[in-house]
């Protein structure tokens, strides 16, 4: 693959379900890449069309380019783009070459993982810390979770092997699924902008091909969220879509966030009124406990929402609320107390016991 052909495949994988003008495209380049020149793209997005590698629409005077996933061989090419990424971010870091390597290994012994990708990795390894997206083999049977608590354990272990901070989201097929068909912004359709798959490129890729054949209008979302950010607007209209609607509070139509974003940017806020929110909107709907325990440690709020949990348990039995517990205990997190008979009241008032 040369250079140019890598390049723009990498701009709009990470852009994915967007189109770009090849004018937007060079200078996407030009930022992510350090060079790019128009009649250059132009001349290669021309030669990769007749290939049906991407496709090319008219709109006025402008063309607008995206990949061609009806092409076989894209999700091939793309596989070399990712294996390239990797070989040009490692060869220069052995360090974590050996703790990659004893990842795979570690994992394929337990034979349910499909992909791992990086989040981020340059900007995280300053911080001596990696942000991992795990996409498991199997998808809803019922030892699923026994897996997914065996992928942390050793994850867990290799944290302390290699004094490295490990932040994992660990999803199956239908997890993977449903939060890149949503209509709320979430993680996963954050992570293409800046990620880099080390294991099973191909796999992944086949998988998005297979969304894309489906009707599946998969779009990436190129800021990363702060939840901490949210709008007191986006909070508030939110918060009422997930149930609970403040007293005197003026609900306006703004951005939908899931609810593992909106849970983590109430424990953030420290407000004590928000943060018993979290146990009714947490009862009146469902979540994704492998999601929240990644935001929760990325943000660092596991142990407040932990204290959380333990007393939602109490209250309401929940399957979700209990594997997240689990999970949560599985690293060794502990728990911040919070005051379980003001939360049981704020519950019952809201009709969420």
């Not at 990797?86 to 290994?105: A, E, G, V």
């Not at 509070?249 to 009124?273: F, H, P, T, W």
């Amino acid at each position: 693959m040369d250079a140019a052909t890598f390049r723009i495949l990498d701009v709009l994988a990470s852009g994915l379900g967007k189109t770009f003008s090849i004018n937007q495209l060079t200078m996407r380049i030009k930022e992510t890449h350090g060079t790019a020149y128009y009649a250059n793209i132009y001349k290669k997005l021309h030669d990769l069309e007749k290939q049906q590698i991407v496709k090319l629409a008219k709109l006025g005077k402008s063309s607008l380019t995206s990949l061609n996933f009806e092409n076989y061989l894209l999700t091939d090419l793309l596989t070399e783009m990712e294996i390239r990424k990797k070989i040009s971010f490692l060869k220069i870091r052995t360090n974590l070459q050996m703790f990659l390597q004893d990842l795979d290994k570690q994992l394929g012994d337990l034979c349910p993982v499909k992909t791992i990708g990086s989040i981020n990795p340059k900007k995280n390894l300053k911080l001596n810390k990696i942000e991992l997206f795990i996409l498991q083999q199997k998808d809803g049977e019922e030892n699923i979770q026994t897996e997914t608590n065996s992928i942390y354990s050793k994850l867990l272990k290799l944290e302390n092997k290699y004094n490295l901070k490990i932040n994992s989201l660990v999803l199956d097929k239908q997890e993977f699924s449903s939060f890149l068909k949503s209509d709320e912004i979430n993680p996963l359709k954050e992570f293409f902008s800046n990620m880099i798959i080390f294991l099973g490129p191909q796999n992944f890729w086949n998988e998005i091909r297979e969304f894309v054949e489906k009707g599946i209008n998969i779009q990436a979302i190129e800021e990363e969220t702060r939840p901490f950010d949210i709008t007191e607007d986006d909070l508030i209209y939110n918060l009422a879509r997930f149930g609970y609607t403040e007293f005197g509070s003026n609900v306006r139509q703004a951005n939908k966030y899931c609810i593992e974003y909106i849970i983590v940017s109430l424990l953030m806020s420290g407000d004590a009124r928000r943060i018993e929110a979290i146990p009714i909107i947490i009862a009146k709907n469902g979540f994704s406990s492998n999601l929240l325990v990644f935001l929760s440690q990325k943000f660092g709020q596991a142990e407040k929402l932990m204290g959380l949990l333990k007393i939602l348990e109490k209250i309401k039995q929940m399957e979700e609320v209990s594997k997240t517990i689990r999970l949560l205990e599985i690293l060794n997190v502990n728990e911040i107390e919070s005051d379980e008979e003001a939360i049981l009241q704020k519950m019952r008032l809201y009709n969420a016991v």
